[in-house]
């Protein structure tokens, strides 16, 4: 998913909705949430990231220099910035296609992108758009893809399988983590599955300690 420079200068491009911005000592860095990687910008690279923050523009308004076409071309190849036509989710869902018939030994459940504090590290909350809408996973949902990750789980009894309950903050959506819990432990008890949930720990109730408790979900605490 790069973009290549043999674009036209009039060609229209943008930065990758999987992109976000990460700020920490006064350094900025770009994380590829679809490719796991971070990336830290010279000031070359910021500028023109900083500029398609505001919205896609044509190339010949981002390239005026021998340093800023090659600013441009790396940030390009790692996927950050890409032309404005192309259909990322239609991408993930080619990667995706691809995929299957892998072994998979870890899925993430993203079960809301929302959360009840604002924590200064978070990268989500600092690149959301100003009219972005939080959601919420549904339990038909959330079943779904804990089958999809069972039908292609490894079957390496050497490798660890895990299903890692995350958000935003999780417990936003306490029903569907309840429910999700329940249906892993009830339906899937003979696939030996750690299950773990990422979590400020603000909205643990005695009802969600119990369900952890009973059904041996471990807990990580994350906020600032």
């Known amino acids: 998913m790069s973009l290549e420079l043999r674009f036209n200068g009039e060609k229209k491009v943008r930065n990758s909705r999987f992109s976000f911005s990460i700020f920490s000592f006064a350094r900025q860095y770009l994380y590829h949430s679809l490719f796991m990687a971070i990336t830290e910008l010279d000031s070359f690279q910021k500028e023109i990231y900083n500029r398609l923050c505001k919205g896609e523009c044509k190339v010949n308004e981002l390239i005026f220099t021998e340093e800023s076409k090659k ?3 790396r940030l390009a190849r790692k996927g950050l910035i890409i032309a404005s036509d192309v259909d990322e989710p239609d991408v993930l869902r080619d990667i995706f296609r691809n995929s299957l018939g892998t072994d998979f030994a870890l899925m993430y459940l993203l079960v809301t992108d929302s959360c009840n504090l604002r ?22 949902t959330a079943k779904e893809g804990i089958d999809l990750f069972i039908r292609n789980l490894t079957t390496n009894d050497n490798i660890k399988r895990n299903i890692c309950i995350y958000g935003g903050e999780p417990l936003i959506n306490r029903e569907v983590v309840h429910k999700s819990i329940e249906y892993i432990r009830q339906s899937y008890s003979d696939k030996n599955l750690n299950i773990q949930l990422i979590t400020n720990g603000t909205l643990i109730s005695p009802e969600t300690a119990k369900i952890l408790a009973e ?3 471990d807990i990580a605490v994350s906020f600032l």
């Open 119 to 140: 924590c200064k590290y978070c990268f989500i909350e600092t690149t959301l758009p100003k009219d972005h809408k939080f959601s919420l996973m549904t339990e038909e």
């Open 71 to 73: 600013a441009f071309e």
């Open 215 to 217: 059904n041996r979900v």
